[in-house]
């Protein structure tokens, strides 16, 4: 299948999911995963329509992307994965959207740059929606209280909400969950369900679905 092709069908199924929760499908954005894909695998996607791309890694999106935004100037960019400290000076650099907020020393340092830099970013609040310990995000519990703190102390442009429901459960409640946290903080995007559970996500109310492998297939291994 080409790469328009899979896009297409990709986003029937968005539309069909927002139709069976009445709901409409511009209303849900594709985020195309494209990490640990080379920068070549890229172009059928940009060739096809594709504009917003989801990385996990800064330096692997320093690598890609600047080549590409010089043919695709309107690509936007954003992080999903984990941030370290001391790289987001590159990320305010590289992306529209952080996606993965979720502390105070990561928020006043992006605050911090972003004015800097002279760039006006979107970000979201990542939660740690099961609790899992082993997995980045504020806590549920503290997410309206957080983004209030975004706000008012560094003026951090909130857009919504991000998680990733612990793997092999029914996601469906995690999203309700998030969903629900969104109402309570005055938030209306949710960036909220993969390849495996996208539709059940615009169920729950997401507003943005981050597919990887079911559009790009199986991925390759990430280097390091």
């Known amino acids: 299948?080409?790469?328009?092709?899979?896009?297409?069908?990709?986003?029937?199924?968005?539309?069909?999911a927002a139709a069976a929760a009445g709901r409409k499908a511009e209303d849900i954005a594709l985020l195309a995963v494209a990490k640990t894909f080379p920068q070549a695998a890229m172009l059928p996607w940009l060739a096809a329509g594709q504009r917003a791309f989801g990385e996990n890694r800064v330096q692997e999106a320093k690598a890609k992307w600047p080549a590409l935004r010089q043919q695709f100037p309107d690509i936007a960019?954003?992080?999903?994965?984990?941030?370290?400290?001391?790289?987001?000076?590159?990320?305010?650099?590289?992306?529209?959207?952080?996606?993965?907020?979720?502390?105070d020393k990561i928020a006043r340092i992006l605050a911090a740059e972003c004015r800097k830099q002279q760039r006006k970013l979107q970000f979201y609040v990542?939660?740690?929606?099961?609790?899992?310990?082993q997995k980045a995000g504020?806590?549920?519990?503290?997410?309206?209280?957080?983004?209030?703190?975004?706000?008012?102390?560094?003026?951090?442009?909130?857009?919504?909400?991000?998680?990733?429901?612990?793997?092999?459960?029914?996601?469906?409640?995690?999203?309700a969950l998030l969903a629900k946290l969104a109402r309570q903080a005055g938030l209306k995007r949710l960036s909220m369900g993969m390849s495996q559970d996208y539709e059940t996500a615009i169920a729950f109310g997401a507003t943005q679905?981050?597919?990887g492998s079911a559009l790009f297939g199986a991925r390759p291994p990430a280097a390091g």
């Open 1 to 16: 299948m080409t790469a328009g092709a899979n896009r297409q069908q990709i986003l029937a199924g968005i539309a069909a």
């Open 138 to 175: 504020i806590a549920p519990l503290q997410t309206v209280e957080f983004v209030a703190h975004c706000r008012a102390a560094y003026g951090l442009d909130i857009a919504g909400l991000m998680c990733v429901p612990p793997a092999g459960e029914n996601a469906g409640p995690y999203f």
């Open 126 to 133: 990542e939660v740690n929606i099961g609790d899992e310990p």
């Open 77 to 103: 960019l954003h992080l999903i994965g984990p941030l370290q400290s001391n790289k987001a000076a590159e990320a305010v650099a590289l992306f529209e959207v952080i996606e993965s907020v979720d502390r």
């Open 209 to 211: 679905v981050r597919v």
